[in-house]
């Protein structure tokens, strides 16, 4: 093709799967299989008669509403293919090639991705190496006019430095200063944090991701959604696809957040199992985290 354009150089590397029998610990995914009464309730959820339709998005809606429970609409939620595809609608929508974004290193390959596929400049924001904390200096340092988006992992894998509600009230008052959104990752909140879902009614900049491929352990169906101001919803959904997900997806959604206490069982299970693994390093010797 005449001419150079910035996309010939990208190039995307993919993670090759393990075998079967390995255990994926670093991808934080559910390493036990789901018992048995969970088995028969999935391969029960959808009647065949579904499958010649287009999936009713707005089932799935009304139920993250319902689960929500915090003076939510239909209009505050958005549907997305995990927080990947959360990440990439508000790089589409919000940024502009040239323009800046700003994360919290470490973090999630995919926005370091998206900031090269965009086209946009992206502004690290360095973690303590030894506190492995992220300083609020830091990241107020980084917010003027110049930046589309500030993405923040609360908490923030994998060092596990968690905000406080003041700390990310803070955070969000400072950005909408300058006009910048705030896009909060909380793919993790099911296993100890406090949640920013209470701060949208307060906050036009603000934006909150979750999925379901952490605490609800079903990273195979690919669905999660972000929340936030009807404006940033709205413009949001103008890019987004005909069918934001899949029927099957959906149905195993709704059937996992009218179950949710089987799921916030099983993050308890976790949290004991981490605190325990705390324990046995640090009486070894070995310097560990885990909040």
Known sequence: MAGSKYWEN??????????KEVVELHRNTRVDNFDPYFEKQIQGIMPCYEFNRYPDIT???????DFLDAGFSVENIFITSGIDGGIKSTFEMFTQKKSSIAFL????????VYSRAFGVRPVLIQSNPVSLTVSLEEISRCLDENLDVLFIQNPHSPIENMF?????????EKAASVGTIVFVDEAYYMFGSI??????????????A????????????????LAGHSNLIRCLRTKSYAY?????SMEVGMWALDNVSFFVDYCSAICRQRAILKERMIESGIPCRGE
């Not at 934001?244 to 099957?248: A, D, G, V």
């Open 10 to 19: 990208l190039e995307r590397v993919r993670v090759p799967l393990p075998e």
């Open 59 to 65: 089932k799935l809606e009304d139920k993250i509403v």
């Open 105 to 112: 290193m470490p973090t999630y390959a995919m926005y370091n």
């Open 164 to 172: 406080s509600e003041n700390e990310m009230r803070q955070i969000i």
């Open 195 to 208: 949640s920013c879902m209470g701060l949208i009614q307060e906050f036009d900049n603000l934006l909150v």
């Open 210 to 225: 979750r999925t379901f491929s952490k605490g609800f352990g079903l990273p195979a169906i690919r669905l999660g959604y």
């Open 244 to 248: 934001e997900t899949n029927s099957i």
